[in-house]
T-cell receptor
Framework: GAGVSQSPSNKVTEKGKDVELRCDPISGHTALYWYRQSLGQGLEFLIYFQGNSAPDKSGLPSDRFSAERTGGSVSTLTIQRTQQEDSAVYLC????????????FGPGTRLTVL | GNSVTQMEGPVTLSEEAFLTINCTYTATGYPSLFWYVQYPGEGLQLLLKATKADDKGSNKGFEATYRKETTSFHLEKGSVQVSDSAVYFCAQKGGSSNTGKLIFGQGTTLQVKP
């Protein structure tokens, strides 16, 4: 596709369940970022991939959060044992690799933990 | 650490009014500065940017000037339209970090009434 896509667009889950969020970056983009947008915390960085490696995981809020990227393309953000405070919109962005380059954002996945 | 602070909203203006949304930053090094916009139901998109002191970013009638002496990047528009109603985020990137991750302000909701 032409832009960054994310799935699902909405996810409702029960507290304690695991969830997986998917991001398909723009083809050829080597850099991929995950951010979280929540009412209390605003828009915050979670993790950065360059290719399949994650040199910056400093924004992951706890060890319940993990992410991987395969084939230098698709990325999956996994949240284990979800808590209500995990409810947020999870945004993915990609760029063509250099830190200075523009990041293009996907539409986000709205996660609601009941 | 690095941070971005922007004025709280919501900001409500009449059409053709002058807009200012204040943004200040703290950073080590010399970051690039950005304004992103999120229209209702749409993803985050880059509005304008400035990469060094005294640079002026501009797009769609919006302007912002990188002021190193006041560590500010205020967004301005001379005459707003109803279609400008959106959430605006100020952000920085770079400085002491070379990963390209964005650090965002809390966002300011702008509502323009006809």
């Amino acid at each position: 596709g032409a832009g960054v896509s994310q799935s699902p667009s909405n996810k409702v889950t029960e507290k304690g369940k695991d969830v997986e969020l998917r991001c398909d970056p723009i083809s050829g983009h080597t850099a991929l970022y995950w951010y979280r947008q929540s009412l209390g915390q605003g828009l915050e960085f979670l993790i950065y991939f360059q290719g399949n490696s994650a040199p910056d995981k400093s924004g992951l809020p706890s060890d319940r959060f993990s992410a991987e990227r395969t084939g230098g393309s698709v990325s999956t953000l996994t949240i284990q044992r979800t808590q209500q405070e995990d409810s947020a919109v999870y945004l993915c962005a990609s760029s063509s690799g250099l830190a200075a380059n523009e990041q293009f954002f996907g539409p986000g996945t709205r996660l609601t933990v009941l | 650490g690095n941070s971005v602070t922007q004025m709280e909203g919501p900001v409500t203006l009449s059409e053709e009014a002058f807009l200012t949304i204040n943004c200040t930053y703290t950073a080590t090094g010399y970051p690039s500065l950005f304004w992103y916009v999120q229209y209702p139901g749409e993803g985050l998109q880059l509005l304008l940017k400035a990469t060094k002191a005294d640079d002026k970013g501009s797009n769609k009638g919006f302007e912002a000037t990188y002021r190193k002496e006041t560590t500010s990047f205020h967004l301005e528009k001379g005459s707003v339209q109803v279609s400008d109603s959106a959430v605006y985020f100020c952000a920085q990137k770079g400085g002491s970090s070379n990963t390209g991750k964005l650090i965002f302000g809390q966002g300011t909701t702008l509502q323009v009434k006809p």
